[in-house]
């Protein structure tokens, strides 16, 4: 019988349930889809049964494929920020507000002023109360759906959620609870006085636990419901954007870890809790008891250039799919011909926090090619990752490696524009590829032992491609982002103003 880990990731678009050996590795894979709700502008929800009908087939699929396994541990990770209410009962009292939801704009604003302003704010949490955060959805919440915030006794996390489920305990990690914007991420516990004078319950929110703590065991039910063995042990597990960084290997400081995935993350590892002097980095506890996270999250990278590829196919490509844009980019140069792509189509997280922000290609002449276009929306990407990284600097961060994950990070040209731009090497690693579900198992297995702690996990990952800058190219780039750089001020009144509702859907 082989013994195995068992890393289960809640997306966005779906769950991903990875079995790997004791050596870290990969024994099987599968990803079980689903679909998400818009019922407003700005709104994304999800049914939380989603997750545990997703997490059920995933699972069910990669224990057919290894049946003679015995299960060490389970991991979970899951999208962050997500409000899933529950009642007395542990039932869910409405579809959960999601990461990129950006209905609480006002409920953040009032919160950190509750706070005592963005400076006191950081002091307490070392965050500031992002839109999207679930503090804010909290909030809105209370104000706006006051019958159901009567009933409200729980406030769970999506894979905190699923945790309840296999194991009927309510509980988080320091990871996911550092995503909700009342955590002090300095201290590793719950900002308490912060939660009470913005008028919230402490009691809504769940116990926490470092990462890799066994927070419950799977029970009789759980055990039915996914068909696997009762009392296997849970660890805490990790939020999606920060546990995602241990299956890269990023664990210690001078490492990078960058992820195109729907958003785009830029992502360094601390040995210290170092908060960023504007709050425009977000400071996160990381999945080991010593280290931290900071990391500043675009919320516009691989969903550009889907974007992109809907609105060609709509203009006739029909076959545009992924690799066809970036063969299309190829036939560009660096710089795009002095083109450049403001990625800010969802509004803006970092580095400009600012839910009206726009995207923009400036720079269009009619010598422009479809794949100048093309190539331009995947250096702004980049660009929007290198303005991140000059945030970085006052903290302390400096990259001297990037390793490249999400599904962007199988195109080698997008490796490629970092290299060059960052001037540094790029390299893709073994695991990375599967996402969160991988850095879930590795973290279980902490939890029960295989390996003495987080670094020792991360040790066993292996390096699959390396890019290595072009000084020359990099020049080209640099001199683009210094144009770039000045367009988000340049343009940002003229994003407010086309915000104005008259221009709303009609």
């Known amino acids: 019988m082989t013994s195995a880990l068992l890393g289960i990731d809640i ?3 779906g769950c991903k349930a990875l079995l790997i050996g004791t050596d870290g590795e990969v024994l099987a894979a599968h990803t079980a889809h689903y679909g998400l709700s818009q019922p407003r502008p700005g709104w994304t929800e999800q049914d939380p049964q989603s997750w545990v009908d997703g997490a059920r087939e995933a699972v069910a699929a990669v224990m057919r494929k290894c049946p003679d396994t015995e299960l060490l541990c389970i991991g979970l990770s899951g999208q962050m920020h997500g409000l899933t209410p529950l009642d007395s009962g542990k039932q869910v009292l409405r ?16 919160l950190t002023e509750q706070a005592g302003g963005l400076e006191a704010l950081l002091a307490q949490t070392g965050n500031r109360m992002l839109v999207g955060y679930t ?11 006051p019958d159901l915030y009567r009933r409200l006794r729980y406030v769970l996390n999506p894979k905190d959620y699923l945790r309840l489920v296999l194991t009927g305990e309510v509980a988080t990690e320091v990871s996911d609870a550092s995503g909700t ?7 590793r516990g719950w900002a308490s006085s912060l939660i009470e004078r913005v008028g919230i319950d402490p009691a809504l929110l769940p116990p926490c636990f470092e990462s890799h703590e066994i927070s419950g065991r799977v029970s009789a039910s759980g055990a039915a419901l996914f068909g696997l063995q009762p009392g296997i042990p849970v660890a805490g597990g990790g939020g999606d954007s920060v546990i995602q960084t241990i299956g890269s290997g990023v664990i210690s400081p001078g490492e990078l870890q960058t992820t195109i995935g729907t958003a785009g993350i830029l992502a360094a590892a601390l040995d210290g809790p170092s908060p960023s002097p504007d709050g425009r980095i977000q400071l996160f506890c990381n999945v080991g008891p010593s280290k931290w996270h900071a990391m500043g999250v675009s919320l516009n990278a691989g969903g550009a250039m889907s974007w992109f590829r809907t609105v060609m196919r709509g203009l006739g490509h029909d076959t545009l799919d992924f690799d066809t ?3 299309a980019a190829e036939t560009s140069q660096p710089g795009a011909r002095g083109l450049l792509f403001l990625p800010y189509l969802n509004g803006e997280r970092c580095p400009h926090p600012d839910t009206d922000a726009r995207g923009a ?32 600097q006052p903290m302390g961060i400096s990259g001297k490696l990037i390793k490249a994950s999400g599904g962007g990070a199988r195109s080698a040209l997008w490796r490629q524009i970092q290299a060059d731009l960052f001037d540094c090497d790029v390299v893709t690693t073994e695991g990375a590829a599967e996402g969160a579900a991988f850095g879930a198992a590795l973290v279980a297995g902490v939890g029960v032992g295989v390996w003495k702690d987080v670094v020792e996990a991360a040790a066993t990952i292996r390096e699959l491609t390396r890019e290595h800058p072009d000084a020359a190219v990099g020049t080209v780039y640099r001199k683009a982002h210094t144009i770039y750089r000045g367009l988000y001020p340049a343009l940002s009144e003229s994003f407010c103003a086309l915000s104005d509702p008259v221009f709303a859907d009609r």
Do not use: C
Not at 95 to 110: F, S, T
Not at 181 to 187: A, K, T
Not at 376 to 391: C, K, N, P, Q, W
């Open 11 to 13: 997306g966005t678009s």
């Open 95 to 110: 579809p959960a507000i999601l990461w990129n939801d950006q209905r609480n704009a006002a409920e953040a604003a009032d």
């Open 135 to 145: 503090g804010g959805k909290i909030l809105w919440m209370q104000r706006r759906e």
């Open 181 to 187: 914007g009342l955590f002090n991420v300095m201290e």
């Open 325 to 327: 844009v970036v063969a």
């Open 361 to 392: 290609f400036v720079g269009l002449t009619a010598r422009h090619t479809a794949g100048d276009l093309a190539r331009s929306v995947m250096e702004g990407v980049i660009h929007a990752f290198y303005d991140m990284r000059t945030l970085m």
